[in-house]
């Protein structure tokens, strides 16, 4: 996650009606700018106090943004911190789908875990504010619903009659933010495209595909999908 954001492209509102169709454009550029202000200035904050001491006025102080405006868009603090972070699990999570990813991962391990590791700082903050377990959670749901819509994609997956690929899903969802905690907590010599292969290797056993080959790999494991 970003020092300063968890989702640098934020995820823009459809308009209820189509009559503001003409005006979404300049609309939905102001809104995404004042969100990504607001945003920045939490995820900064949190870097420098518990997040139980963040107040509305912190924020509104670091963005430069108007009392008014933030509840124009958020109802309290945690309100901004949840809504930053589903965006950024709803774009990570559905990253591949997204973008056409013709390899057979079911999620973007790689990418999502080099990501945290870059942030190391800013995670060990949200772990010191005791918001981790939330947004691990969280994560969780958004990555368990975009595995099982890769699981409905990927050619050569066995047919599968509900609920398994949801109870699949769910379960490689789990296993997936149990094998990151555990890597970077306890900082092992496993790089993050070690893992995805790992985690893959664990997904294609349990549902009857084979891995791919080792040149395939290869290359796999030098891709990043760009969020």
């Not at 504010?129 to 890769?150: C, H, N, P, T, V």
Request: hydrophobic share 45%; proline share 5%.
């Amino acid at each position: 996650m970003p020092a300063t954001k968890m989702a640098r492209k934020r995820t823009k509102r459809a308009p209820l009606s189509g009559n503001a169709a003409k005006s979404a454009g300049k609309t939905d550029r102001r809104v995404v700018r004042t969100r990504d202000v607001l945003g920045d200035a939490l995820m900064a904050l949190i870097r420098e106090m518990p997040f139980e001491s963040i107040t509305v006025q912190h924020v509104l102080d670091r963005a430069g943004v108007s009392r008014s405006t933030f509840y124009e868009h958020y109802e309290d603090k945690n309100d901004l911190f949840l809504s930053d972070a589903a965006e950024f699990f709803e774009a990570m999570s559905t990253a591949l789908s997204k973008h056409g990813d013709k390899s057979s991962r079911v999620a973007p391990v790689c990418e999502f875990f080099a990501h945290v590791a870059e942030q190391r700082q800013f995670h060990d903050a949200l772990i010191a504010s005791g918001k981790i377990q939330d947004l691990w959670e969280m994560g969780e749901e958004y990555f368990a619903r975009g595995i099982e819509q890769r699981l409905a994609e990927l050619p050569g997956v066995p047919a599968m009659a509900p609920p398994r690929p949801a109870a699949l899903a769910r379960a490689f969802a789990g296993a997936l933010f149990s094998l990151l905690s555990w890597w970077i907590q306890s900082d092992p010599e496993m790089s993050a495209a070690q893992m995805d292969e790992l985690f893959h290797r664990m997904v294609w056993s349990s549902i009857g595909v084979a891995p791919p080959k080792q040149a395939e790999q290869a290359k796999l494991s030098k891709r990043f999908v760009k969020i």
